[in-house]
T-cell receptor, first 119, second 112 residues
Framework: DTEVTQTPKHLVMGMTNKKSLKCEQH?????MYWYKQKAKKPPELMFV???????INESVPSRFSPECPNSSLLNLHLHALQPEDSALYLC??????????????????FGPGTRLTVL | RKEVEQDPGPFNVPEGATVAFNCTYS??????FFWYRQDCRKEPKLLMS???SGNEDGRFTAQLNRASQYISLLIRDSKLSDSATYLC?????????????FGDGTTLTVKP
């Protein structure tokens, strides 16, 4: 099973709302990722969690707040977003071997994404 | 210079054609290399990992040249279903562990 699930599939929110995106995997992966993808652009890395600890934050604005409650779950809390934050938000997971300094081909598996629209 | 650069495309080819995509990367310490395909409004899906020895999966062949910091993907006997955007992905290790950098993607359209 190489499935990563994300909810919701679509989300429309106002600039004053607070919402959360959820991601789940049951592959025993120890690394989980959030990406943002705008139309006709490649995914841009936002955050990386390794063994439930935040290991990479790509200078993401504080209105995006990640959380990793356990090794299977990854959340992205949203607050006071701007219309330019509208995008496809992708979650991914991988075994995490590369994050421990081990040479590997640490393949990332992506969820279907949440399409976010900020009004 | 971008960390990962791909052929800009788009590529429009007839069914049955052979098409090759190229990708270069700037960080010589990069460790892992992949080709993903992404269909319109869908998530990226792994197509192939890329090894120095080269690897083949059916109609798809990937090559890595570490000396030239160059990755390629060859698709033989193109099918209509191969139409997608192909993303070259490079992952670092140590200080950049877990950080994957995506190329801008090359769009392929296979026509009847």
């Amino acid at each position: 099973d190489t499935e990563v699930t994300q909810t919701p599939k679509h989300l429309v929110m106002g600039m004053t709302n607070k919402k959360s995106l959820k991601c789940e995997q049951h592959m025993g992966h120890r690394a989980m990722y959030w990406y943002k993808q705008k139309a006709k652009k490649p995914p841009e890395l936002m955050f990386v969690y390794s063994y439930e600890k935040l290991s990479i934050n790509e200078s993401v604005p504080s209105r995006f707040s990640p959380e990793c409650p356990n090794s299977s779950l990854l959340n992205l809390h949203l607050h006071a977003l701007q219309p330019e934050d509208s995008a496809l938000y992708l979650c991914a997971s991988s075994q995490g071997a590369a994050l421990r300094g081990q040479p590997s081909t640490d393949t990332q598996y992506f969820g279907p994404g949440t399409r976010l629209t900020v009004l | 210079r971008k960390e990962v650069e791909q052929d800009p495309g788009p590529f429009n080819v007839p069914e049955g054609a052979t098409v090759a995509f190229n990708c270069t990367y700037s960080n010589s310490a990069s460790q892992s290399f992949f080709w993903y395909r992404q269909d319109c409004r869908k998530e990226p899906k792994l197509l192939m990992s890329v090894y120095s020895s080269g690897n083949e999966d059916g109609r798809f062949t990937a090559q890595l040249n570490r000396a030239s910091q160059y990755i390629s993907l060859l698709i033989r006997d193109s099918k209509l279903s191969d139409s997608a955007t192909y993303l070259c992905v490079v992952t670092g290790i140590n200080t950049n562990a877990g950080k994957s950098t995506f190329g801008d993607g090359t769009t392929l359209t296979v026509k009847p």
